[in-house]
């Protein structure tokens, strides 16, 4: 059974809908098999999001996402990488498709209320990054 790292962005949690999220997260048959809601660091933020160091987007990014709190997951599942990102939609809500998570709360393509893995050696390194073993539970 495959699992993918979820975060449910500071956009979101400002905004009190943690809860319509994860409802959406459980309709597609994702199960959350841990939670956690913290605050991240600037240096934490640029860490996570390493990849994307040389993009124009960057420094907005980070301040982003340690605008508030985010909520970090582990979802389990069948397939969960790909039912994920199919249940979060594209990276810019105008382009996300009806019914997905980022269609019915993201603001822009910055405040797009959630991120999600987005391939099996992703997921492992980004579980890693913010949950240790004794924190999942199946
Ligand atoms: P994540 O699940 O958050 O990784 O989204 P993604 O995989 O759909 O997008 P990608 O990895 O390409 O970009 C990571 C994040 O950077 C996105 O979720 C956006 O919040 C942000 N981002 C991407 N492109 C832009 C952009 O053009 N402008 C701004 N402000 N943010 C961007
Ligand atoms: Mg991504």
Same mark, same amino acid.
């Given at each position: 059974?495959?699992?993918?790292f979820?975060?449910?962005?500071?956009d979101? =949690?400002?905004?009190?809908?943690?809860?319509?999220?994860?409802?959406?997260?459980?309709?597609?048959?994702l199960?959350?098999?841990?939670?956690?809601?913290?605050?991240?660091?600037?240096?934490?933020?640029?860490?996570?999001?390493g990849?994307?160091?040389?993009?124009?987007?960057f420094?907005?990014?980070?301040?982003?996402?340690?605008?508030?709190?985010?909520?970090?997951?582990?979802?389990?599942?069948e397939?969960?990488?790909?039912?994920?990102?199919?249940?979060?939609?594209?990276?810019?809500?105008?382009?996300?498709?009806?019914?997905?998570?980022r269609k019915?709360?993201?603001v822009?393509?910055?405040?797009?209320?959630?991120?999600?893995?987005?391939?099996?050696? =992703?997921?492992?390194a980004?579980?890693?990054f913010?949950?240790?073993?004794?924190?999942?539970?199946?």
């Amino acid at each position: 059974i495959e699992r993918t790292f979820s975060m449910i962005k500071p956009d979101a =949690t400002r905004r009190n809908i943690t809860g319509k999220i994860v409802d959406r997260l459980e309709s597609a048959g994702l199960k959350v098999v841990a939670q956690k809601r913290i605050l991240i660091t600037k240096a934490q933020a640029e860490a996570f999001y390493g990849v994307h160091r040389e993009r124009p987007f960057f420094g907005e990014l980070v301040e982003t996402m340690t605008s508030g709190p985010v909520v970090v997951q582990v979802l389990e599942g069948e397939g969960a990488i790909l039912k994920n990102r199919e249940v979060m939609g594209a990276t810019n809500p105008a382009q996300a498709a009806e019914g997905t998570i980022r269609k019915d709360f993201a603001v822009s393509i910055g405040e797009n209320s959630v991120h999600g893995s987005d391939a099996a050696e =992703t997921a492992k390194a980004e579980i890693a990054f913010f949950f240790s073993d004794i924190e999942i539970t199946g």
